[in-house]
C-alpha cells in the first residue's frame, strides 16, 4: 500500500488494524484506502488492549503489541496518547453501543478530531467523521 503523505489525523478501527497487518488491503474500500494512505495514522491504546483480547481468544495470531510495532514499522501507525479519564467521560456518554472497545475507540477519536476508518455500520450510523 503507498503511503502519499501525511495531512489529516486518521484513527483505525480495530478490524482495520487486523487487516492492514495481514496485507488484505483489498477488503478496504476505495474511500477508507484513500483516508489511510494520506493521513497521520494512529489508534486508540483501546485497540492494542482489544487486539491482545482477540490473540487471547485465538482469533488473531499475534498480540496487539506485536501487531502495532509492525504496523509502526511499515506505514508509521502510532498509538495516540490522550488521557484516560477524557475518553472514558466522553466514552460514558455513547449510549448507542454495548461494546467498551467501540465506545473507547470512538471516544478517543472524537477528542482528537480524527476520521475514524471503521466498516462497522452502528460506528457509522453514530460517528459523524467515521469513514468506509
Known amino acids: 500500500m503507498a503511503r502519499t503523505g501525511k495531512s489529516a489525523l486518521v484513527h483505525l478501527d480495530t478490524h482495520i488494524v487486523c487487516w492492514l497487518y495481514e496485507g488484505r488491503s483489498e477488503l478496504l474500500t476505495p474511500a477508507s484506502l484513500r483516508t489511510i494512505e494520506s493521513g ?6 483501546v485497540v492494542q488492549l482489544e487486539l ?7 482469533r488473531i495470531s499475534r498480540d496487539g503489541s506485536y501487531v502495532l510495532d509492525a504496523l509502526a514499522k511499515d506505514i ?12 472514558m467521560k466522553i466514552a460514558g456518554a455513547l449510549t ?3 461494546d467498551p472497545f467501540d465506545r473507547m475507540i470512538v471516544a478517543h477519536a472524537m ?7 471503521s466498516k462497522d455500520r452502528l460506528i457509522r450510523k453514530h460517528c459523524n467523521r467515521a469513514i468506509w
Not at 491482545?52 to 485465538?58: D, K, M, V
Open 96 to 98: 448507542w453501543t454495548r
Open 40 to 45: 497521520l495514522l494512529q489508534v486508540s491504546p
Open 111 to 117: 477528542i482528537a478530531d480524527a476520521a475514524l476508518v
Open 52 to 58: 491482545t483480547y482477540l490473540h487471547e481468544i485465538g
Open 76 to 87: 508509521g501507525l502510532s498509538v495516540a496518547d490522550v488521557s484516560l479519564a477524557q475518553v
